[in-house]
């Protein structure tokens, strides 16, 4: 009767031991993952807050509108004289428009067909590519114009070098030209993808905006290269601020990016319809816009 006993009272131990493990590795355990789970949650959404805070904090800063022009037919093309005198290019107009340091606006140069990019050479004359008359044409500072250079093929952005030889691209042939003071040309490089503006670095670099996509680099031994991917399509416009900045347009973006030393790019200005053109003249931005027919200034302070 003991014994049975005995193994009744171990039983009811073993039974009481098995019902209260149950307890503690089941509903308890259960509790317990929930909550560790829940502060975990929390944390990780106080991460993401956090870090939404930083990437706020980068956003681009945009240059500050102070000026606009208005009354341009197709404006591609800025370029400046020494007298702070402005000059655009009426692509629809086959013009080029020249307002005053005070404002005043006038015709300067008539009878082109589609006048693309502009430059000045150091004695004051205006260069000017007719895109579909394949010609450069030199104009002195009384608006008379002649011949400098043809049988180019759709030539569009154009610049001086430091050498003082005019780069042209040519946008029919895929290629960067060089002319001489006398006229005569040299192939800087065939391997373009539409090109359609060139400006050249304190180093001698070329960088070339193309249409189909990118900004290409030559560098001094004529070696071509990828400098940035960061455009949904280059506009005419590319030029060095006197910081040393590359500024670009971004035709298919409606805006101009400065692009950095590793090539990517930042949004300085933006929601300009048709944005085709640039100029950095010491502490300003010219920027040529189809949609509205306009140039804007903003400040590069």
């Known amino acids: 009767m003991m014994k049975r006993l005995a193994k009744i009272t171990v039983l009811l131990g073993l039974l009481g031991s098995l019902a209260a493990c149950t307890n503690d590795m089941g509903l308890g355990d259960v509790e317990l993952s929930t909550k560790v789970y829940s ?95 394949d010609v450069i044409l030199k104009v002195d500072k009384n608006g008379k114009k002649t011949t400098f250079a043809n049988n180019l093929s ?43 503006g060139v400006v050249e670095d304190s180093q001698g670099n070329l960088f070339v905006t193309n249409y189909g996509g990118s900004v290409l680099k030559i560098d001094t031994n004529k070696q071509v290269s990828v400098f940035s991917k960061g455009f949904a399509r280059p506009g005419v416009g590319i030029d060095i601020s006197a910081k040393g900045e590359i500024i670009a347009a971004d035709n298919g973006g409606d805006c101009v990016r400065r ?28 920027v040529s816009s189809w949609s509205d027919g306009a140039v804007y200034v903003y400040s590069l302070n």
């Open 39 to 133: 502060k975990k949650k929390k944390t990780k959404k106080v991460k993401k807050v956090k870090k939404a805070k930083k990437g706020n904090q980068k956003v681009d800063q945009k240059l500050k509108l102070i000026k606009k022009y208005t009354g341009f037919s197709s404006p591609t093309a800025m370029a400046i004289d020494k007298e702070n005198n402005l000059y655009v290019s009426n692509w629809g107009g086959d013009s080029v428009t020249k307002i005053s340091s005070n404002g005043e606006k006038s015709k300067f140069v008539t009878g082109m067909s589609s006048p693309a990019g502009l430059a000045f050479d150091k004695s004051g004359n205006l260069y000017v590519s007719d895109y579909s008359a």
């Open 259 to 286: 692009i950095a030393k590793d090539g990517s790019t930042k949004v300085i200005a933006d929601k300009i319809g048709g944005c085709v053109g640039v100029r950095a003249h010491n502490d300003q931005l010219y």
């Open 154 to 196: 759709t030539p569009t952005g154009i610049s001086f070098d430091k050498a003082g030889n005019l780069l042209v691209t040519n946008r029919g042939s895929d290629e960067i030209v060089s002319i001489d003071p006398q006229g005569k040309k040299t192939i800087v490089s065939n391997k373009m993808q539409t090109p359609v």
